[in-house]
């Protein structure tokens, strides 16, 4: 594959990402919004069951990354979800793939807009939106300069975020009530549909490791380190996710926490100085260590989407100065714009991102099953490799489970906006098959005539 990218703008990316970068941007991906968020609307589906909806999605998650983990070690890659799609299914599932990523980075306006009401949490008199259009530009200009200093601040991020955490499970296990999780009255107060609707709100918490495999064109090791990434990543934090849910629904009584975000809890137990710490450390750095690593990765796929013809190269274009693809990291700024001044609520713009991200996520999880058969070279010398009597079942389950989480995801959505995701992605299907004509045409005209 290296071959066949020697003159293209994803070769001028640099190289640049370790084992530690790699571990260190699939927590700093995951560990951030999902929980400070959506904890509170997590314990309002399901109670104290909420600590098994957080274990159930965790565990999911590593099941639905199976196939990209194979994938990965196979055939690393940057764009690596567009790339898989478009070679062993087609070139429209490979943009596809992308359209339905770019549908799901409504979370950037997610992400920026938790930090401005965690900041707020501290400092009541700051503008939300004021604040969320701050952060969002500061992350957006540090991507813009390059990719080695973003991957230096998101490691310390991570340091950061993780003692944050540390401090609130430390100083709250001494006032859970243990003795609450054994009624099944709190536990599952609303049945087994509560739990998975809460194991499908909940699983856009631990589901952020997926997006390093955009990244393996700038790996030093990308065919070792993403299997490890991946599957690690999210074992850590599906475990500090589960420790934290015992705290913040074990403290205080569900009526008290439920559809309320994680620093009432803190503040509830904890004294005004570590509460302080939690905020800034627990909280706001650790949402701005996930908007750091996304607009690490999600520009990743345009720019081979563009080297592939269904974009124009220029906005594919890397710049030549930071190596960084800079018109398609401010498409994604300006689109975070827009997600902030509509004034959708934060749970509802993760139900549409992250709702958006399983969907597609299928499409390469399908391609996976092709890998054998289309490159086995690739396939037979991969680190990490599942025999096809187990790959199978594995991606059979993968595609399961994302259906499953998508449906419960989305059924929670208002009427109007799950009618809006709808006719976004028949949009994005018709556009796809458009598209797809034209750029057929094109490569014909292109061929020399036969004699």
């Given at each position: 594959?290296?071959?066949?990218?020697?003159?293209t703008?994803e070769?001028?990316?640099?190289?640049?990402?370790?084992?530690?970068?790699?571990?260190?941007?699939?927590?700093?991906?995951?560990?951030?919004?999902?929980?400070?968020?959506l904890?509170?609307?997590?314990?309002g589906?399901t109670?104290?069951g909420?600590?098994?909806?957080?274990?159930?999605?965790?565990?999911?998650n590593?099941?639905?990354?199976i196939?990209?983990?194979?994938?990965?070690?196979?055939m690393?890659t940057?764009?690596?979800?567009?790339?898989?799609?478009s070679?062993?299914?087609?070139?429209?599932?490979?943009?596809?793939?992308e359209?339905?990523?770019?549908?799901s980075?409504?979370?950037?306006?997610?992400?920026?807009?938790?930090f401005?009401?965690?900041?707020q949490?501290?400092?009541?008199?700051?503008?939300?939106q004021?604040?969320a259009?701050?952060?969002?530009?500061?992350?957006?200009?540090?991507?813009?300069?390059g990719?080695?200093?973003?991957?230096?601040?998101?490691?310390w991020?991570?340091?950061?975020?993780?003692?944050?955490?540390?401090?609130?499970?430390?100083?709250?296990?001494?006032a859970?009530?243990?003795?609450?999780?054994?009624?099944?009255?709190?536990?599952?107060?609303?049945?087994?549909?509560?739990?998975m609707?809460?194991v499908?709100?909940?699983?856009?918490?631990?589901?952020?490791?997926?997006?390093?495999?955009?990244l393996?064109?700038?790996?030093k090791?990308?065919?070792r380190?993403?299997?490890?990434?991946?599957?690690?990543?999210?074992?850590v934090?599906?475990?500090?996710?589960?420790?934290?849910?015992?705290?913040?629904?074990?403290?205080?009584?569900?009526?008290?926490v439920a559809?309320?975000?994680?620093m009432?809890?803190?503040?509830?137990?904890?004294p005004?100085?570590f509460?302080?710490?939690?905020?800034?450390?627990?909280?706001?750095?650790?949402?701005?260590?996930?908007l750091?690593?996304?607009?690490q990765?999600?520009?990743?796929?345009?720019?081979?989407a563009?080297?592939?013809g269904?974009?124009?190269?220029?906005?594919?274009?890397?710049?030549?100065?930071?190596?960084?693809?800079h018109?398609c990291?401010?498409?994604?700024?300006l689109?975070?714009?827009?997600?902030i001044?509509?004034?959708?609520?934060?749970?509802?713009?993760?139900?549409?991102g992250?709702?958006?991200l399983?969907?597609?996520?299928?499409?390469?999880?399908?391609?996976?099953?092709?890998?054998?058969?289309?490159?086995?070279?690739?396939?037979?010398?991969?680190?990490?490799?599942?025999?096809p009597?187990?790959l199978?079942?594995?991606?059979?389950?993968?595609?399961?489970?994302?259906?499953?989480?998508?449906y419960?995801?989305?059924?929670?959505?208002?009427?109007?906006?799950?009618?809006?995701?709808?006719?976004?992605?028949?949009s994005?299907?018709?556009?796809?098959?458009i598209?797809?004509?034209?750029r057929?045409?094109?490569?014909?005209?292109?061929?020399?005539d036969?004699?």
């Open positions: 594959m290296e071959m066949t990218l020697a003159n703008e070769a001028k990316l640099k190289k640049v990402l370790g084992l530690q970068d790699v571990l260190a941007l699939a927590v700093g991906l995951t560990i951030g919004t999902g929980i400070l968020i904890m509170g609307p997590g314990i589906l109670g104290k909420v600590v098994l909806a957080f274990f159930i999605s965790g565990i999911t590593c099941i639905n990354l196939p990209m983990t194979q994938l990965c070690s196979a690393p940057t764009g690596a979800g567009y790339r898989y799609s070679l062993l299914l087609g070139p429209r599932c490979g943009f596809l793939f359209l339905g990523v770019l549908m980075k409504v979370t950037i306006g997610l992400f920026s807009l938790s401005a009401q965690y900041a949490g501290l400092f009541p008199t700051l503008p939300i004021l604040t259009f701050v952060v969002l530009t500061f992350f957006f200009v540090i991507n813009v300069v990719l080695r200093s973003s991957a230096v601040v998101q490691r991020l991570v340091v950061i975020k993780l003692s944050g955490l540390a401090v609130f499970v430390i100083w709250g296990i001494s859970v009530d243990f003795s609450s999780f054994t009624h099944t009255s709190e536990l599952l107060p609303n049945g087994v549909n509560g739990l609707q809460a499908g709100l909940v699983a856009y918490s631990s589901f952020g490791a997926v997006a390093i495999a955009e393996g064109g700038e790996m090791r990308p065919a380190d993403l299997p490890i990434g991946l599957v690690l990543g999210t074992l934090v599906t475990a500090v996710y589960v420790l934290v849910a015992f705290v913040a629904a074990g403290v205080l009584p569900v009526a008290q559809n309320k975000p994680l009432y809890v803190a503040k509830n137990f904890m005004h100085g509460y302080v710490y939690f905020i800034i450390a627990g909280a706001i750095v650790s949402i701005g260590a996930t750091n690593g996304a607009f990765w999600i520009t990743k796929g345009f720019v081979v563009c080297e592939d269904w974009l124009p190269k220029g906005f594919g274009a890397v710049n030549a100065r930071f190596g960084t693809p018109f990291l401010l498409f994604f700024y689109l975070g714009v827009l997600v001044w509509t004034g959708i609520t934060v749970v509802d713009i993760a139900r549409i992250f709702g958006a399983l969907t597609v996520n299928m499409i390469p999880a399908v391609a996976c099953a092709l890998l054998p058969r289309k490159y086995p070279k690739e396939y037979a010398n991969a680190p990490f490799r599942l025999k009597a187990l199978y079942p594995c991606i059979a389950a993968a595609l399961i489970c994302m259906a499953g989480q998508a419960y995801l989305l059924a929670g959505l208002p009427n109007h906006l799950l009618i809006m995701e709808g006719v976004l992605f028949l994005a299907i018709t556009y796809v098959i598209a797809g004509r034209r057929e045409n094109a490569q014909q005209q292109l061929q020399p036969a004699p």
